[in-house]
């Protein structure tokens, strides 16, 4: 019995040490894992505008082109965060710091984005009820990052990306060689936005402290593209107050996009690509 209890031991230490060290390669090499820790330090960031989103938006602004203009920003987007995940980033953000302007990306390619419930692991890792079950363990609950993490070792493109001012970039260029939809969606479904849980969270957030709100729908790939107005398309939220949102992925408003070069993956911006958006963003107004 001794025994095995000492065997039991050791296998729990032996477990302890690894999850301790997959937890700290992961927030010191996993750029998503890296850059929701930097986002869980941060106090007293006053930008003019801040960008919030999936991770269409953390490939998209290119913070260079801002600074341009004299803009200053911080992108707050991260790989596989829906808006229920953004909801619990800015309640923890505007906590300790104040934009002038909230820029809310969303995604038509993530058709449960408005609504979708599961929070992103790194996010609830930071700000999540403290539980006690196996699935809290590091191993377990951020194991799908064991596949970044072994792309960073065997993979150029991978162990060459980074964030650059809160934006990923890699060299990596995919060709789009999706095709239109057709016919295209052309209607554009206020109520989704209106009956929103997640976006009247934040744009309650917004009205609480005084913050301007500009929502969005993101670029993708032609296949994701749609007829529906750029707008701006009227909504209301839960106190009947109207609201706008742009939806930038009309087809029409993404014909700047070269099919070659401008995309990093499917319906993601490369830097080619995130400029050519920034600029539009300027140039358009979207950002004043």
Same mark, same amino acid.
């Given at each position: 019995?001794?025994?095995? @209890?000492?065997?039991?031991? !050791? ?17 010191? /090499? ?24 999936? +991770? ?52 038509? !390619?993530?058709?449960?984005? @408005? ?17 006690? &079950?196996?699935? *809290? ?9 064991? #596949? ?6 065997? &993979?150029?493109?991978?162990?060459? +990306? ?8 890699? *060299?990596? $260029? ?7 939809? #057709?016919?295209?969606? &052309? ?5 989704? /936005?209106?009956? +929103? ?6 744009? &309650?957030?917004? !009205?609480?402290?005084?913050?301007? @709100? ?11 593209? #749609? ?5 701006? @398309?009227? /909504? $209301? ?37 995130? $400029?050519?958006? $920034? ?10």
């Amino acid at each position: 019995m001794k025994r095995f @209890l000492f065997k039991l031991f !050791v296998f729990g230490v032996v477990m302890a040490i690894a999850n301790i060290a997959f937890l700290k390669i992961a927030q010191n /090499y996993e750029v998503n894992f890296k850059k929701a820790d930097k986002i869980h330090h941060l106090k007293d960031q006053e930008v003019d505008i801040l960008f919030v989103g999936s +991770s269409l938006m953390f490939d998209a602004i290119n913070a260079d082109v801002l600074e341009e203009e004299n803009i200053s920003s911080y992108n707050l987007a991260l790989a596989g965060a829906n808006l229920k995940t953004n909801t619990i980033q800015l309640e923890n953000y505007l906590r300790h710091n104040r934009p002038k302007k909230i820029f809310l990306g969303l995604s038509q !390619v993530v058709r449960n984005d @408005l609504d979708f419930d599961r929070v992103l692991p790194v996010v609830d890792y930071y700000y999540g009820a403290p539980t006690f &079950s196996y699935r *809290e363990i590091p191993m377990v609950k951020f194991r799908w990052l064991s #596949n970044e993490l072994i792309k960073r070792v065997f &993979s150029k493109n991978h162990r060459n +990306s980074h964030v650059h001012k809160g934006q990923f970039r890699t *060299e990596k $260029t995919t060709p789009d060689r999706s095709k239109y939809k #057709n016919p295209m969606d &052309s209607i554009f479904a206020a109520d989704a /936005y209106s009956n +929103s849980v997640n976006l009247n969270k934040i744009d &309650s957030m917004c !009205v609480a402290n005084g913050i301007e @709100l500009t929502v969005v729908q993101m670029p993708g790939n032609k296949a994701a593209q #749609n007829a529906i107005p750029i707008g701006p @398309l009227p /909504y $209301t939220n839960k106190f009947g107050q109207a609201r706008m949102l742009y939806n930038l992925n009309n087809y029409k408003f993404a014909e700047m996009f070269d099919s070659e070069t401008d995309w990093l993956t499917i319906s993601h911006l490369n830097v080619s690509g995130s $400029t050519k958006f $920034t600029k539009a963003l300027i140039e358009g107004g979207y950002l004043e």
